[in-house]
């Protein structure tokens, strides 16, 4: 059997299973409930309109960077932005990675030590668990999803198999993206109190949302000390794309030569790094507090308003919300109807999430309208008066904490 044969034969097994992916486009005049763009930003005309300012100011801006970040790709540009998310992520220093998967990988196969420890909440994105894959770590290990007792006891294990000379890294995500529930940042802290721990936290779905001006939870609950470093990406509630870890300066200095996706990949193109800059502008002004305050004003009518059987909506105060409907035949079948009434949303099956807990998932942005929240729980309203709701609904039991 050739090559091409065996993928073929592979990608079968999952059609099978009605789990193939494919690259799709949602129609032009489709409501966005989808996407990360919480902030409604990507087609912000105040952000179009800096964008291009900034982008003007520069007489022959390059079209692209050129190359890595370590051999013609930085710029002053880059360098500058550096300093700025450090300061207003509070922060000793930044470092700007081209993507949050780039980032992550970086940080987890490059930070950890021989010897070393990683310990990660079980819904961690896939990027963490790419970059454990590849570290040098001793041990690997998962604790069930902010499960503060499970942490715990886990640490004490790991102490005594390593010892505790070593260094063991706690990874977490401050908003977790397919159940949009908060981590228990505090909770974590002191838990981490009496083990050589480090504490890294993946701030994606919160930066731009959550904190003064978008800062993130951990500035949010003041926790900037108490975290060795930060991801803060920039695709989702800022419209752009690329991610910064931020923490202590000699971090900074190791990923710079220890962290192989950002050595060995081509850098933000420089209207990427400009995007990025305009993004923050906006982000921050008086429309950002207004875009934070509609979107949570939204998220409130949205669970008030839905009426759904117990444990079926996530327990999510987020943009990030869920409708449970074990079963992928189950959950795609309910994501097709609200399409086809206009409202782009995505069925996430299993593998994804774990086996029984398929969702629609449902993100509420600051740029939608009261009226297309009333319109879209009306969609799901409907579906359920003609369905029978799954028996497995009544006993399942969500893993996200209570907010």
Do not use: W
Not at 23 to 44: K, T
Not at 207 to 228: A, D, N, P, S
Not at 367 to 384: A, P, Q, S
Request: glycine share 6%; with cysteine.
């Amino acid at each position: 059997m050739s090559l091409l044969e065996q993928l073929e034969l592979i990608l079968e097994k999952r059609r099978k299973r009605d789990l193939i992916r494919s690259l799709v486009i949602a129609s032009p005049s489709s409501i966005d409930f989808s996407s990360n763009d919480f902030l409604g930003l990507a087609r912000n005309k105040i952000l179009q309109q800096t964008y291009l300012k900034e982008l003007s100011s520069f007489p022959n801006p390059p079209l692209g960077s050129t190359g890595s970040r370590l051999l013609d790709g930085n710029s002053s540009y880059a360098e500058s932005l550096d300093k700025f998310l450090a300061e207003f992520h509070k922060a000793e220093s930044a470092l700007v990675f081209p993507s949050g998967f780039d980032a992550n990988v970086g940080f987890f196969s490059s930070v950890p030590q021989p010897g070393d420890a990683i310990v990660i909440d079980e819904f961690i994105h896939a990027s963490v668990h790419d970059g454990v894959r590849n570290s040098r770590a001793a041990i690997v290990i998962k604790f069930r999803h902010n499960d503060i007792k499970h942490l715990k006891k886990i640490l004490e294990n790991v102490v005594q198999e390593i010892g505790p000379q070593k260094n063991i890294f706690v990874a977490v995500e401050s908003l977790y993206s397919m159940d949009g529930d908060i981590a228990p940042l505090n909770d974590i802290v002191e838990v981490l109190k009496p083990f050589n721990s480090y504490l890294v936290v993946d701030e994606a779905h919160a930066t731009g949302v959550y904190g003064e001006q978008g800062r993130g939870i951990v500035c949010e609950l003041g926790l900037e000390r108490k975290v060795f470093a930060r991801l803060h990406t920039f695709g989702k509630a800022l419209a752009s794309n690329g991610a910064a870890i931020v923490g202590p300066k000699v971090l900074r200095t190791y990923l710079i030569n220890y962290a192989r996706p950002l050595i060995f990949s081509t850098f933000l193109s420089f209207n990427s790094l400009i995007a990025i800059n305009c993004s923050y502008r906006v982000m921050t002004s008086e429309m950002g507090d207004e875009l934070r305050q509609h979107l949570m004003k939204l998220v409130r009518i949205f669970r008030t308003k839905i009426d759904l059987p117990t444990n079926m909506l996530l327990p999510s105060n987020s943009a990030i919300q869920g409708i449970l409907i074990p079963g992928n035949d189950n959950v795609v079948k309910l994501s097709r109807v609200i399409q086809k009434a206009g409202y782009n949303v995505k069925p996430i099956r299993s593998p994804t999430v774990p086996v029984g807990k398929e969702r629609v998932r449902i993100c509420i942005h600051a740029d939608n309208t009261e009226k297309e929240i009333h319109g879209l729980i009306n969609v799901i309203k409907n579906y359920f008066e003609k369905q029978t709701i799954p028996k497995e609904i009544n006993n399942f039991q969500i893993a996200s904490s209570k907010l």
